[in-house]
């Protein structure tokens, strides 16, 4: 069965460092997605893309976080310089409707 | 934005039990989803039910869109039912989705 798959499962980095986070979505899907989950907390949005463009993004997804699809199968999630609170459990997401299919998560650690 | 609202926060079964587990949310909705995080942080989409009952095995799935609730059911857990029941919700079919805080189950042998 297709999935999503992300890379890399772990991520430690240091404040101020920049990192980038990679999905490949399934590869019928039009939608994409990115949410993080703080140890303990709710899942939330971070933001959505569609048509090689930003739909809609939260109020976390500052100018410190961009998106990308560099091809036709990745889809990146960047973060410039990296907080203490950007720490937390990355999830991409993509679906062909409505349906939401998560990729197991990147692990990122900023120390 | 909506607010969604889970019940119980935390649920111990005995393996076998049944339970229903409840998601409230405050306004109008064209998308529900149930997801199941299991132990190691997987999410897992159970069903995508914004109104109406579906069943997949064990699992049902319950939402009256004009009462703002749904219910999901589990019949005879597993162990391998434990971790945590997330309901999500959002206003437009590709929007957003708005998580509640998430049901934590343990099944016990």
């Known amino acids: 069965e297709p999935e999503v798959t992300q890379t890399p499962s772990h991520q430690v980095t240091q404040m101020g460092q920049e990192v980038i986070l990679r999905c490949v979505p399934i590869s019928n899907h039009l939608y994409f997605y990115w949410y993080r989950q703080i140890l303990g907390q709710k899942v939330e949005f971070l933001v959505s893309?569609?048509?090689?463009?930003?739909?809609?993004k939260s109020e976390i997804f500052d100018d410190q976080f961009s998106v990308e699809r560099p091809d036709g199968s990745n889809f990146t999630l960047k973060i410039r310089s990296t907080k203490l609170e950007d720490s937390a459990m990355y999830f991409c997401a993509s679906t062909p409707d409505e349906k939401l299919f998560f990729g197991s998560g990147t692990q990122l650690s900023v120390l | 934005g909506i607010q969604v609202e889970q019940s119980p926060p935390d649920l111990i079964l005995q393996e076998g039990a049944n339970s229903t587990l409840r998601c409230n949310f405050s306004?109008?909705?064209?998308?529900l989803q149930w997801f199941h995080q299991n132990p190691w942080g997987q999410l897992i989409n159970l069903f995508y039910i914004p109104s109406g009952t579906k069943q997949n095995g064990r699992l049902s799935a319950t939402t009256v869109a004009t009462e703002r609730y749904s219910l999901l059911y589990i019949s005879s857990s597993q162990t391998t039912d434990s971790g945590v029941y997330f309901c999500?919700?959002?206003?437009?079919?590709?929007?957003?989705?708005?998580f509640g805080a998430g049901t934590q189950v343990v099944v016990t042998p």
């Open positions: 306004d109008s909705v064209n998308n």
């Open positions: 893309f569609y048509n090689n463009e930003i739909s809609e």
């Open positions: 999500a919700v959002a206003s437009d079919s590709w929007g957003k989705l708005q």
